[in-house]
């Protein structure tokens, strides 16, 4: 393009979701998210599930390969995730309210403090709301009650200081029940002095539900509690087949999510849910949609890159 790769025609951070083993195995996909970002996000190796499967067993291998492929290319890492009722180990869900809050205090610390320093920004937790904004009645809501999520942060807060701490979801793109009880509750978690730096907006869409009402005010309000607000996970879903049309939708969707954010000084961070259609989580869960990226499956730019960068 013209202007040159992504990252250098923002002051944002401009970042992808990758998984380790498209970044070991296949060279174009390191080319093409090495050029264009400058913040990784790893999709799966930083989970629950993924570090401590079997308890008190911690496999590091794909988040210690993803963090060092960022020090090698002088890129910054948004860990993902550290307390999310999915991708849970089982052995998680059978313990008393006592235990599980230790254990959830003894990840975070483990998770956290391995790679002090090495995180910009982490998701503390995942989300923890319904629909209607009532809170998701995961084993930590269910077992240890709302509290959770503040004892979450402080955990976070004493393994890496410097870290920014966010709460992230989907669904609170635009003004709606679930993004007001999350405005509610990150007012609430600043009055009472919560280290919470910031709230991630996932911001997976889909053409089929059209694009969500009062983003721009949405990212506004939060700023103004005094937190950042970064783009998470971004993609596009598309209802096959791909037509030209359909990639013009896709475009004017993901720009107006670039331009949202860069209309609020405190929108820090744009990043998507990977960046080929080659890998994308979406023809997975989402039968009958895909191409949901900004790159196609040969890593040629849509219309939706060259929209945010004619
Ligand atoms: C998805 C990954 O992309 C998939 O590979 C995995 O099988 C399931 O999780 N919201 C999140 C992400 O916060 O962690 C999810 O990632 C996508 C939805």
């Not at 998984?19 to 629950?48: C, G, I």
């Amino acid at each position: 393009s013209a202007a040159g790769p992504l990252k250098t025609i923002t002051k944002r951070y401009v970042g992808s979701a990758v998984a380790v083993q498209h970044l070991t195995t296949e060279a174009d996909y390191r080319s093409v998210l090495t050029r264009e970002f400058d913040s990784v996000t790893p999709e799966n190796e930083m989970k629950w599930g993924v570090v401590e499967a079997v308890r008190g067993q911690y496999d590091w291998s794909g988040a210690d390969a993803i963090v060092d492929y960022a020090r090698k290319t002088g890129k910054t890492v948004r860990g993902h995730t550290l307390v999310w009722h999915s991708q849970l180990p089982d052995w998680v869900d059978d313990l008393d309210a006592a235990e599980l809050r230790g254990v959830v205090k003894d990840h975070i610390r483990t998770e956290a403090g391995r790679y002090r320093g090495k995180i910009r920004a982490w998701d503390v937790v995942n989300e923890a709301f319904n629909e209607d904004g009532t809170r998701r009645p995961t084993v930590f809501q269910e077992k240890l009650g709302d509290r959770y999520i503040a004892d979450a942060f402080r955990w976070a807060h004493a393994a890496d200081p410097r870290a920014k701490l966010y709460i992230n979801d989907y669904n609170v793109e635009g003004i709606n029940p679930k993004s007001d009880a999350l405005y509610a509750l990150v007012k609430s978690l600043k009055r009472q002095g919560v280290p919470i730096h910031g709230v991630g907006i996932q911001a997976h869409l889909s053409l089929m539900y059209g694009f969500p009402a009062g983003v721009r005010e949405n990212i506004a309000r939060f700023a103004a509690l005094g937190v950042d607000v970064a783009i998470t996970e971004a993609d596009v879903r598309i209802p096959l087949p791909v037509t030209p049309e359909k990639l013009e939708a896709q475009a004017d969707y993901f720009d107006q999510v670039w331009d949202a954010c860069h209309a609020v000084r405190r929108c820090v961070e744009f990043t998507t849910w990977g960046f080929t259609d080659r890998h994308s989580w979406v023809p997975d869960v989402f039968p009958g949609e895909g191409a949901a990226c900004l790159f196609d499956e040969n890593l040629r730019p849509k219309p939706a890159y060259t929209r945010i960068n004619p």
